[in-house]
């Protein structure tokens, strides 16, 4: 990658990227290599767009097995050089090696987009956000504690074996970046966001962007298809554990609940004065303050209790499955907590819900 962007700018993320591609070309995944030099190589071509738009597969150039196989195969990668990666993660802020040390590979920690470990930058808004604004709102998340507090917070853990697998998650595992080669066979390609996570992260960013418009027939056969291709456990109740984890991984995923994209604010940081992404194009624009209720942490807890409600309830289980968790969140009213329904609310007016389809009233 050239240019000084959020995905390639520290030594760290440069590390990741190449022993990742390196791995995947060694799995037969990853374009092979005819031809380096000093300062560039040369790719075999991988093959043609499955792409019927931005936001849908082909289902004739992608069938969903095949794109359920290909995920399986990209999860059974070796995940043995990300060793290296997390040891630079731990060197670069010795101040996190505590908390990194207690987060297990499924904490949101190990969501890299979203949580910065390993470059001591966020991904806000759209485009390249200056360093002020993305390694100072990671720094106010850290003082503030509410950074350890979303990465420890257990209602926020897949609570299935499938999902809580470590994988090599792709982190971006969309139509155009996935490629039919000439004899029919799929693969992937662009491993800006590639790293090693819970198979949770995978489909929690994936399950709510590319596929929230699918049929619920259509998602959960790619969660069966891509269960029984992995050699795991597919019954209706595996396909349902694994789909409820996925849901409650969007919290934190991105576009999630909680992630830092949207334009107006950062949502752990609520209640503490911050730049927002918006910094970019109107410098000096802040966000929070001490009148906001609830605050980050405050979200935090009302998230928590809220999955622990959704995961106690079969019917909201089931629903949330079918439509969302975030949809069905917001169409039960924040299952009744007025703090956590007024928040909603402000996201929706405040155009921060777009990406799961709740639009401002018109």
């Known amino acids: 990658m050239e240019g000084d962007s959020l995905l390639n700018s520290h030594p760290n993320t440069q590390l990741r990227m190449k022993l990742a591609t390196t791995a995947l070309r060694e799995a037969g995944i990853a374009p092979a290599l005819l031809m380096t030099g000093p300062d560039f190589y040369v790719e075999a ?34 995940t043995d050089w990300w ?27 190990w969501n890299l987009p979203f949580s910065g470990v390993d470059s001591g930058k966020i991904v806000m808004g759209m485009g390249n956000i200056p360093d002020a ?55 992937a390609i ?42 795991l456990p597919h019954a209706e109740a595996d396909v ?16 999630g ?28 624009i802040m966000a929070g303050g001490a009148d906001d209720s609830p605050t980050g942490p405050e979200l935090v807890d009302l998230l928590a209790v809220a999955v622990g409600q959704i995961r106690a309830d079969a019917g909201l289980s089931e629903r949330c499955v079918r439509e969302g968790l975030v949809q069905a969140l917001f169409a039960v009213e924040g299952l009744g907590e007025p703090q956590l329904w007024s928040w909603l609310q402000h996201m929706r007016d405040s155009n921060m819900l777009r990406l799961f389809g709740i639009a401002p009233p018109s």
Not at 200 to 223: I, T
Not at 259 to 277: C, F, Q, S
Request: proline share 7%.
């Open 45 to 78: 071509a991988a093959g043609a767009s499955v792409m019927k738009d931005f936001f849908h597969f082909d289902d004739e150039a992608a069938p969903r097995a095949e794109l359920a196989k290909l995920l399986a195969r990209f999860h059974a990668v070796p």
């Open 83 to 109: 060793a290296p990666v997390r040891q630079a993660i731990v060197s670069r802020d010795p101040a996190l090696s505590g908390l990194i040390g207690r987060a297990p590979p499924y904490s949101p920690l």
């Open 133 to 187: 604004a993305t390694q100072g709102a990671l720094r106010l998340m850290i003082e503030t504690g509410v950074y350890e507090k979303v990465m420890l917070c257990e209602a926020f853990y897949p609570t299935s074996e499938a999902a809580r697998r470590t994988v090599m998650v792709h982190g971006d595992f969309k139509p155009d970046n996935v490629l039919q080669a000439a004899d029919g066979t799929l693969t």
């Open 190 to 231: 662009d491993y800006d966001l590639t790293c090693v996570g819970s198979a949770a992260h995978e489909f929690g960013y994936m399950l709510p962007m590319w596929y929230g418009k699918a049929s619920y027939d259509y998602r959960r056969g790619l969660v069966g298809e891509y269960l029984d291709s992995s050699g």
């Open 240 to 255: 349902a554990a694994f789909m409820l984890d996925c849901e409650v991984a969007s919290l934190t995923s991105l576009p």
């Open 257 to 284: 609940l909680l992630a830092n994209i949207y334009d107006k604010e950062v949502p752990l940081l609520r209640g503490t004065p911050h730049p927002t992404a918006r910094m970019a194009k109107e410098p000096g």
